[in-house]
């Protein structure tokens, strides 16, 4: 049987590794194409295909096995599908790139085996159509990456003015009018591709703000009708999303990507990420996908192949020196260290695990991996230094923002998600039983209500959250833990404002306890709290605490002051504390805002 082969090049003055950012692009470089979107089924057992695909290729009904793309960055990837059903048997794709002075050269291959040889010609034809679209695309991007503009998006037929106009404005009441007016324009004026999943992080990236103040604003979006917030569960190897859920209620104990055939343990701050998109009242957009497997998915990957049943394949290592760890589908996974003075060549063995699990191989050198399993597998390097863009679900849920506008998101009841670290501190009234009998109950209740807003200002101020008030006491949570400690000393100092001249505040003084440490994510009473022992530990140093002082681990305050924080707090003591349900006693110090001026004394 004949096959339909086209293949082109174009030269683009950007640098390979730029270019590489573009043709990788597989799911934007095939709606720009003019392909038609996938549907995906799940494919079980033996072979490397993951996924059955179901799309429209020039016109014909087909569905084809979904493999892994195989590649190496920033030099060549390519793409095989079985065709299942419809004219074609078998199709290929494959681009490289060959530096060319300044720039490089962009060669596509397209190859095409139809199931009647008498639709060859036809074929040749729709893959010239093909290849040529997916060139003059990569050449536009070229294109606007010389000129350091923006591709300009073809505009939207979707978008609701009315209801656009409505969002906006009511959303500049809230926030930064002009972010407010860059955030409706985006959703106005943005592709499909990026809007699918908005990632409020890289946006503030690629808009250069702050990156907090970016997802404050989509958080604020959500209740105006411009935005709607999504939770994705991201697999640890991957990095890709393997599920998408409305709310955090519908996240298990588990997840599971298919891709990597990994099943993995479910954190807060590391699995679940929040993502939006615009409200579909205000935009609907198509969502695809275009594509599931192009190398622009996971950046994080340097190169990835399919190794056949029982067989061995070389693996190219990357030229820059650093950690990555090998990973063959199934969870089998092994840490590179790439360093000058390692062997040029190294034999790794795939089973149930991998051997050795840690190697270390020169810059370029090339690693043999045998795979002893009796199916195709897929196995990637991975760079294991990377830049997070994740608002992960720890980091969003810790903001007061999204405590107000968002308190029924809570996880599922009985369930308990880990945390690797947060900063945690519990306040408490000094002198607020006398303070009833004082004043009354009325009184007394007002002062307390009072001063919890002076605490949650602070707190916000400072990127925290109140998570809860027991009491007169108020629990807060950081997910940056030196911020955490300066905003405790900015109680301090606002409280002793906020009792200035009242004559209801006399003896009564707010008290503070930090600790910082690993937890759980818990639902308690329909509303995300946090629980163990580093909660335990928070609370007793609170109690060891004297009024308007803040007590705390010595590791931390070292650390913090290295940092050349607590600039305001002098020592006052420091002291073995014995816990409750703590073995050994803790180095604290205990804390005061300094008298006059930054000295205190050393550490």
Same mark, same amino acid.
């Given at each position: 049987m004949r096959a339909a082969v086209v293949r082109s090049s174009i030269r683009c003055a950007s640098a390979p590794a730029q270019v590489w950012r573009v043709v990788t692009d597989t799911e934007r470089l095939n709606r720009a194409a003019g392909m038609g979107a996938i549907t995906l089924s799940p494919i079980d057992g033996a072979g490397a295909a993951r996924y059955l695909a179901t799309t429209r290729l020039d016109g014909f009904g087909v569905a084809y096995e979904e *493999?892994?793309?195989?590649?190496?960055?920033?030099? *060549?990837?390519?793409i095989r599908r079985k065709m299942r059903a419809g004219p074609l048997r078998e199709l290929a794709m494959r681009y490289e790139l060959t530096p060319d002075g300044d720039g490089c050269v962009v060669t596509a291959e397209l190859w095409i085996e139809p199931k009647l040889r008498l639709l060859v010609p036809l074929v040749r034809r729709g893959a010239a159509r093909t290849v040529a679209r997916l060139l003059e695309e990569?050449?536009?991007?070229?294109?606007?990456?010389? $000129?350091?503009?923006?591709?300009?998006?073809?505009? $939207?037929?979707?978008v609701r003015p009315d209801a656009l106009d409505r969002a906006q404005r009511?959303?500049?009441?809230?926030?930064?009018?002009?972010?407010? *007016?860059?955030?409706?324009?985006?959703?106005?004026?943005?592709?499909?591709?990026?809007?699918?999943?908005?990632?409020p992080y890289e946006l503030a990236d690629a808009w250069k703000l702050a990156r907090r103040a970016l997802l404050t604003a989509c958080l604020h979006a959500v209740p105006t009708g411009l935005l709607e917030l999504r939770w994705d569960l991201v697999c640890p190897s991957c990095r890709t999303a393997a599920a998408t859920m409305p709310h955090l209620a519908e996240v298990g104990a588990e997840g599971h990507c298919h891709l990597c055939d990994l099943t993995f343990g479910v954190e807060l701050d590391r699995s679940i990420e929040a993502v939006f998109a615009p409200n579909v009242a205000v935009r609907p957009i198509d969502a695809g996908p275009y594509c599931i497997g192009g190398p622009a998915r996971t950046p994080h990957v340097v190169a990835q192949m399919i190794l056949a049943p029982n067989a061995t394949r070389e693996l190219d290592v990357p030229a820059r020196e650093g950690r990555y760890r090998l990973f063959v589908r199934g969870d089998a996974s092994a840490l590179v260290e790439v360093a000058a003075g390692g062997p040029a060549r190294v034999e790794v063995v795939a089973g149930r695990t991998l051997e050795p699990a840690s190697l270390a191989i020169a810059p370029e050198g090339v690693l043999a991996v045998e795979n002893r399993a009796p199916e195709e597998r897929h196995a990637k390097l991975e760079r294991t230094e990377w830049s997070?863009?994740?608002?992960?679900?720890?980091?969003?849920?810790?903001?007061?923002?999204?405590?107000?506008?968002?308190?029924?998101?809570?996880?599922r009841p009985g369930l308990a998600l880990k945390v690797a670290r947060v900063g945690l501190f519990f306040s408490d009234l000094t002198g607020s039983t006398a303070l009833y009998t004082r004043v009354g109950d009325a009184a007394a209740f007002r002062l307390v209500q009072d001063h919890f807003e002076v605490i949650g200002g602070a707190v916000e101020a400072r990127g925290g959250a109140l998570v809860k008030t027991i009491g007169d006491a108020v629990m807060a949570s950081f997910t940056d833990e030196l911020a955490g400690l300066e905003a405790a000393l900015d109680v301090l100092e606002a409280f002793e404002r906020f009792r200035t001249g009242r004559d209801d505040c006399d003896g009564v003084h707010v008290k503070l306890g930090f600790f910082a440490g690993p937890s759980y994510v818990v639902d308690a009473n329909g509303a995300l709290d946090y629980f163990g022992q580093t909660v335990n530990i928070a609370a007793r140093l609170q109690a060891k605490a004297e009024s308007a002082e803040l007590v705390l681990d010595r590791s931390l305050y070292d650390r913090a002051t290295e940092a050349g924080g607590l600039t305001r707090g002098e020592v006052?003591? *420091?002291?073995?504390?014995?816990l409750k349900g703590i073995e050994r006693p803790l180095a604290c110090v205990r804390l005061r805002l300094a008298a006059r001026g930054p000295e205190r004394e050393p550490a």
């Open positions: *493999r892994p793309f195989e590649w190496k960055e920033p030099e *060549r990837f390519s990569v050449a536009r991007a070229d294109e606007a990456m010389r $000129s350091e503009r923006p591709l300009a998006p073809p505009p $939207s037929k979707q009511a959303l500049a009441e809230v926030v930064d009018p002009e972010l407010a *007016r860059r955030l409706a324009d985006h959703v106005l004026r943005g592709e499909d591709a990026d809007l699918a999943r908005i990632r997070s863009l994740a608002a992960t679900a720890h980091e969003v849920s810790a903001l007061g923002p999204f405590r107000r506008l968002f308190s029924h998101e809570t996880v006052v003591e *420091r002291f073995d504390a014995k």
